[in-house]
């Protein structure tokens, strides 16, 4: 009679990170994802190129830099047993290394290992609805968030990953009535994402200052922040504001670990890491 599998141990590890597909440094990602092998990766600004590999060139009214064809198929190579979901928040040109141009889908991503059974999916708009953009802009860009429903089988019970990437505003990170409007809409999809006796996990970069009223409004459906003031930039980062990344949970007393990982830098923003 075949052995009945062997129930995993240990807390569900779970990484969220903006990833940023401009100048990513995938080798370093690697060496990351193969350190510390969380069960659950949730990125933001995640790049999908239909039929592309490679670099590509993004250019906006603000910048124009190198970056990555399909940022989502650069990390399910690297994480073969993970499973992956992508949402598209919008889309826009780039051009690729023959300077062709090429309509690139923009947004977020979760991996789940195969081993954490995914349950459940829900999405939403929290800023916006998608655009298929004939040229980039450099604010107001739609925003989408995902959220996952896993079953932590070592604990019997099931967890809620809510990831985001908050509206980017070029006059700052202070709270304006669209991000208002964006935590309720955060808040709702919590509310319809989860279930009775659910652990859920709020995370992303949400471009919010840590006294904003964000953090009161999630408060309100059970969630309580564990980055405070922390600075979650990296060296690459040169303005002086630090606060971007934030993760929240519903059971602090569920937290087994927190970090925030100054290495390896990836991108500009710090890898926040729970073991829930």
Not at 72 to 99: C, K, M, N, T, W
Not at 220 to 239: F, H
Request: glycine fraction near 6%; aromatic fraction near 6%.
């Amino acid at each position: 009679m075949p052995k009945k599998p062997a129930a995993p141990k240990g807390p569900i590890t779970l990484a969220t990170w903006n990833i940023n597909s401009i100048r990513a440094r995938l080798d370093l990602m690697d060496g990351f994802l193969r350190q510390y092998a969380p069960d659950v990766l949730c990125l933001q600004e995640v790049t999908r190129t239909p039929g592309l590999t490679g670099w590509t060139r993004f250019t906006d009214g603000e910048r124009s830099l190198p970056q990555r064809a399909n940022l989502f198929d650069d990390v399910r190579r690297i994480l073969p047993a993970h499973q992956g979901v992508f949402v598209a928040s919008d889309a826009g040109p780039v051009y690729d290394e023959s300077a062709n141009r090429r309509q690139q889908d923009f947004g977020v991503a979760t991996f789940v290992a195969e081993h954490v059974p995914l349950v459940g999916l829900q999405t939403a708009f929290v800023h916006g609805a998608f655009v298929d953009h004939d040229e980039w802009t450099t604010s107001d860009r739609p925003r989408a968030a995902l959220a996952t429903r896993l079953v932590d089988r070592a604990a019997g019970r099931t967890v809620t990953v809510v990831q985001v990437h908050g509206l980017r505003d070029r006059a700052g990170k202070h709270d304006t009535p669209a991000r208002r409007r964006q935590a309720e809409r955060i808040a709702d999809l919590v509310q319809r994402s989860r279930e009775p006796g659910d652990v859920v996990v709020v995370c992303g970069d949400l471009n919010l200052l840590p006294d904003s009223e964000t953090f009161t409004i999630l408060a309100d459906v059970g969630l309580v922040d564990l980055v405070g003031r922390a600075d979650t930039r990296t060296s690459r980062y040169t303005k002086p504001v630090r606060h971007a990344s934030y993760l929240l949970v519903s059971d602090p007393g569920a937290v087994v670990r927190f970090e925030i990982l100054t290495e390896p830098e990836v991108s500009d923003h710090r890898a926040l890491l729970v073991e829930i």
